[in-house]
């Protein structure tokens, strides 16, 4: 057993990660637009006729943007809680929307999703927890802190996305206005450079190959310190900046100690 993943987008800008087997793949949240989904997707060499879902953290624009006309394309079930579908104020078909309650697992083919509570400014916000066998991925961006569920559930991750949103200094000198800053520094806002590196030291499991660190700041942050930051404390750990410009590669998550990349042709060969 094994999963492929990758990031789509990762920012203020829009956010969608994806997450499959050889057969059967999810989106987590759909924060660009349709067209763009597809064209990264295709760089990659993964296509849309393997997603079976799209789940849904919470209701910001940055994470539901594209869902609507995804959901209507290809006739995806929407996993989204009632009163997020409610506040993001979309528009999907009934028949494409599926209510989903924390901690109740989803079974999708191969894969197996749980859905958690975090701290966010959002009216019911959850992380994701993917399984395929016993390779597990988690999905843990717009954290306001390391509560009890991100910590329990990112120590049994073999890969996860884990938001790295600013560096403490770049936010205290920057440009945003006080309040701003107080709201993402605050328990339901973003996680920090430091935060996210005490979640990594503190609790990576020895068995994580790959860390995608997700939703840098444009303006409060830095890739280049992010990667020089986690890079120091890897520990064998395949670190990964996301961007919020374009994709990433696909990484293959098998269980094992060795991380691997997959470029574009052995991808294809592999999935199709």
């Known amino acids: 057993m094994s999963l492929f993943i990758a990031s789509l987008n990762s920012g203020s800008n829009g ?9 059967d793949a999810v989106l987590v949240d759909a924060g660009i637009s349709c067209r763009e989904t597809e064209k990264r997707m295709a760089r990659l060499g993964l296509t849309m006729q393997r ?5 849904i953290s919470h209701e910001h624009s940055d994470h539901i943007r594209g869902v609507e006309v995804l959901a209507k394309k290809y006739k995806l079930p929407v996993y989204i809680t009632l009163q997020t579908l409610q506040h993001g104020g979309l528009h999907i078909d009934d028949n494409n929307i599926v209510p989903f ?5 989803v079974c999708i083919g191969g894969l197996c999703i749980t859905a958690f509570p975090k701290q966010h400014d959002a009216i019911e916000p959850h992380s994701f927890m993917i399984s395929c066998g016993e390779i597990r991925v988690g999905v843990f961006t717009d954290i ?9 559930h990112f120590g049994q991750c073999h890969a996860a996305f884990l938001e790295a949103n600013y560096d403490d200094d770049m936010l205290t000198n920057g440009r945003y206005p006080y309040h701003l800053k107080q709201r993402i520094r605050g328990s339901k806002g973003h996680l920090s450079n430091k935060q996210a590196l005490d979640i990594f030291t503190g609790h990576k499991p020895a068995y994580m190959s790959h860390l995608l660190l997700a939703h840098l700041s444009k303006d409060n942050n830095d890739p280049v310190l992010v990667q020089q930051l986690f890079d120091a404390y890897a520990d064998g750990t395949r670190i990964v900046v996301a961007s919020r410009y374009e994709e990433t590669a696909v990484y293959h998550v098998t269980g094992t100690d060795q991380p691997s990349e997959l470029d574009a042709t052995r991808l294809q060969f592999t999935l199709f």
């Open 15 to 23: 956010n969608c990660y994806y997450i499959g087997n050889e057969h």
């Open 51 to 55: 997603v079976r879902a799209i789940f």
């Open 101 to 105: 309650l924390a901690y109740q697992q």
């Open 144 to 152: 306001g802190e390391a509560c009890e569920h991100v910590i329990f």
